[in-house]
T-cell receptor, first 117, second 115 residues
Framework: GAVVSQHPSRVICKSGTSVKIECRSL??????MFWYRQFPKQSLMLMAT?????????EQGVEKDKFLINHASLTLSTLTVTSAHPEDSSFYIC?????????????FGSGTRLTVV | AQSVTQLDSQVPVFEEAPVELRCNYS??????LFWYVQYPNQGLQLLLK??????LVKGINGFEAEFNKSQTSFHLRKPSVHISDTAEYFC?????????????FGEGTQLTVNP
């Protein structure tokens, strides 16, 4: 089945530094990947749609200069949290849709717990 | 526009009891529905999905769901739950059938199975 690998699973960084999160589709090509943010005890909030070879599409209210998304290949998308602050601490999850027809469906990475101190 | 409403934020049940987690949706386009489970500090795992065909969908871990178009519902059921089913469950609807189609999630239901 489709597998999405997300790395790192946990990261602690100092306020003001940048953190990069990687999302890889291991056994399928993902022209589109999605980045979500999840606060404790809440649902997933779509941050942006990452398109291979073009600019990401950000949801309203998401700072594109704060959350840089790069989708350089059909199997890799990255989210960089720039100049991180404690309020950026959250659980970030990526996903991709790797199927067509009856195999249509979204596969999620295992998530990244970001803590900014 | 589409939306998903999960009617119960928390569902406590005893082990081996049946459970139903309720989900209602609204969508102006063709409906593709999903149920996901999330364990603490992990990503989402697909339980089952409805794309077309039979309205009764069977998934992993003994779960099943029934698509009811007239009631715009997609409730998740399991006849006998285990302690290990304790987790957060999310219902979601897709706005299309392409790889770029977006998922809209419900607020989630915390299922707690007590011994």
């Amino acid at each position: 089945g489709a597998v999405v690998s997300q790395h790192p699973s946990r990261v602690i960084c100092k306020s003001g530094t940048s953190v990069k999160i990687e999302c890889r589709s291991l056994d399928f090509q993902a022209t589109t990947m999605f980045w979500y943010r999840q606060f404790p005890k809440q649902s997933l909030m779509l941050m942006a749609t990452s398109n291979e070879g073009s600019k990401a599409t950000y949801e309203q209210g998401v700072e594109k200069d704060k959350f840089l998304i790069n989708h350089a290949s059909l199997t890799l998308s990255t989210l960089t949290v720039t100049s991180a602050h404690p309020e950026d601490s959250s659980f970030y999850i990526c996903s991709a849709n790797g199927g067509q027809g009856r195999y249509y469906g979204y596969t999620f990475g295992s998530g990244t717990r970001l803590t900014v101190v | 526009a589409q939306s998903v409403t999960q009617l119960d934020s928390q569902v406590p049940v005893f082990e081996e009891a049946p459970v139903e987690l309720r989900c209602n949706y609204s969508s102006s386009v063709s409906v593709y529905l999903f149920w996901y489970v999330q364990y603490p500090n992990q990503g989402l795992q697909l339980l089952l999905k409805y794309l077309s065909g039979s309205t009764l969908v069977k998934g992993i871990n003994g779960f099943e769901a029934e698509f009811n178009k007239s009631q715009t519902s997609f409730h998740l059921r399991k006849p006998s739950v285990h302690i290990s089913d304790t987790a957060e469950y999310f219902c979601a609807v897709s706005d299309g059938e392409t790889s770029g189609s977006r998922l809209t999630f419900g607020e989630g239901t915390q299922l707690t199975v007590n011994p």
